[in-house]
């Protein structure tokens, strides 16, 4: 039998890995500027803390993964973060505001498809601490900043409020009242949806229940004054950053923690069907039914997958590029090229090398594909010297400099004399 990763889930190879590594740094700082630290969580927790998301949603009744320990604790792996980061707060009660974020790997058992993977990864940030509207306006344009910052132009941000607890309440009658009144229109998967959660309907792509949900009751009949106001100051704040949006009063999260704001952000560049890039809003409930005191918590996640997905579709944020600086050609018995390598690789010179004591023309081909600007060159007669053989790669050629294709250095000097032409280096491969 020839062993493969479990469906769902894939290695991630160099240079994606190393694009998925530029993206989270690229978050990293995103949310740094903006005063979030980086919480780092466990990938498993005891299963009572993902119940609290609510066991009427797909997340926890179908999807977690979840088992025993040896000690018999009942566990899940981390369907989701906000949670976690709850959690966190609850145990450790950091100084509010409390500002995090997070990266890190996922688990849910769901049918995979394009961008959705059973071990996913997110990036994602949490505030805790402020029921302030401006809080919401600064998580969503953190979220915003970050995505276009990627390069992304083709994004679209939905937003909607669900209103405060009570609210949410008589919304959720009034839609079961509604719902099961035109039962019979619904899909079957439709009519299990409404027996567990008549909320989850509004985010049916099913066109039968489409067409029962184009009639169903709006949030906005339902909200408080408090909760109106709330909203109507998160949209100010959003119009005031300049940042575009569109009210969408079908917009619920899958998650049963949410209250009053609630946004999506979506891209153009993707399916219809599978478009979501990320969302979040908030979640003032969450920390009290933790077992913590009342605080109030707003954040979004976003998944990396697909948002990669989207960077392809507009030809933005490609990987990083993965090519040496220097290639070691030695035929002398491989040596002299591990001392070399290591010494430019302590000055911060990336460097690669042959092995196995491979002829000249292999390793001048082994240099060539590793993109390397300059190859050293060490023959016996460069070793007897003591001087090293530089040449510039092919595609690497100077253009202005009238620096010649290959001259030979002092040993002592290589170190010094790479360093300054790794720093003086264009993405062209001249010289400044």
Known sequence: MSLQAPRGTRDILAPDSARLRALVEAFASAAELAGYGQVVSPMFELIEVFRRVGEATDI??????????????????????????ARAFVQHRPTLPWKAWYEGPQFRYEKPQAGRFRQFNQVGAELFGSDDPQADVEVIALAWRFCT?????????????????????????????????????????????????????????????????????????????????????????????????????????????????????????????????GGGGRYDGLVADLGGPDTPGVGFALGVDRLLLACDAEGVFPAPSGAADVFVVDVTGGGEATLLAEELRRTGVRVQRAFDGRSMKAQMKAA?????????????????????????????????????????????????????????????????
């Open 149 to 277: 910052g990627l390069g992304l132009r083709k994004l679209r941000l939905a937003v909607n409020s669900l209103g405060d607890r009570a609210d949410r309440e008589a919304y959720l009658a009034a839609l079961a009242a509604y719902f099961e009144g035109r039962s019979a229109e619904l899909s079957a998967q439709g009519r299990e949806t409404l027996g567990r959660n008549p909320l989850r309907l509004l985010d049916s792509k099913r066109p039968e229940d489409r067409a029962v949900v184009a009639s169903a009751p709006v949030i906005d009949d339902y909200w408080s004054e408090a909760a109106a106001a709330h909203f109507g100051a998160v949209l100010a704040g959003l119009e005031a950053l300049g940042i575009p949006f569109e009210r969408n009063q079908r917009l619920v999260r899958g998650l049963d923690y949410y209250r009053r704001t609630a946004f999506e952000l979506a891209s153009d560049a993707l399916d219809g069907a599978q478009d979501a890039v």
């Open 60 to 85: 926890v009744s179908k999807e977690m993964y979840q088992f025993r320990d040896p000690g018999d604790r009942h566990l899940a792996l981390r369907p989701e973060l906000t949670a976690s980061l």
């Open 368 to 432: 060539d594909r590793s993109g390397a600007r300059w190859a050293l060159l060490v023959g016996d007669d460069e070793l007897a010297d003591g001087v090293v053989s530089l040449r510039r790669m092919r595609g690497h050629e100077a253009t202005a400099s009238g620096e010649s294709i290959q001259r030979q250095i002092p040993r002592a000097a290589v170190a010094a004399e790479v360093a300054r032409l790794v720093a003086g280096s264009t993405g062209d491969g001249s010289t400044q």
